[in-house]
């Protein structure tokens, strides 16, 4: 049976990210200064392995999120394709961003991920949730319950 540790996201972690040989977010994640990840990282263990992890964020208003999404997601030219993102999140409160949410290669297919969701549903059970999808993660997405936001890449759940 798969389980969800919360650990601290410091440098330890961080480092044991940059040496990961599969995990779609892992080098990235392991070079952000720490004022750009949150203060816990949720493994998702299976025995005594690291299966997967993901990677949320809290947040209390709208503003944060798209301070972010500026940020790390669209530039500058292409802001103007994401006004549902921007209208939607605006005037939203007590949230959850899901900014990392990967399982290693050799533990594809074993529904870890929706292992994962199913616990951070649980966890945040009258939250809304949002995710920037790529093309190939979105009907992770959708059998999750998640909805795209308008004509984005931005996906929503509850």
């Not at 940020?71 to 005037?91: A, G, H, M, T």
């Amino acid at each position: 049976m798969p389980a969800i540790i919360s650990k601290p996201f410091d440098q330890d972690m961080q480092t044991l990210l940059g040496e990961l040989k599969s995990g779609y977010h892992a080098g990235e994640l392991s070079k952000k200064d720490s004022s750009e990840i949150p203060k816990e990282i949720h493994l998702i263990e299976a025995g005594s392995n690291m299966v997967g992890y993901g990677v949320i964020w809290e947040y209390a208003n709208g503003k944060q999120l798209i301070h972010k999404a500026e940020k790390d997601y669209f530039s500058d030219d292409e802001k103007y394709l994401e006004k549902d993102f921007y209208i939607d999140i605006k005037n939203k409160s007590d949230f959850i961003f899901i900014e990392a949410l990967d399982v290693l290669k050799e533990y594809e297919g074993s529904g870890y991920a929706a292992f994962f969701m199913n616990w951070l549903k649980a966890k945040y059970p009258n939250k809304t949730m949002y995710v920037y999808t790529l093309d190939k993660s979105r009907n992770f997405w959708f059998k999750m319950g998640f909805e795209v936001l308008g004509s984005t890449a931005w996906m929503t759940y509850n």
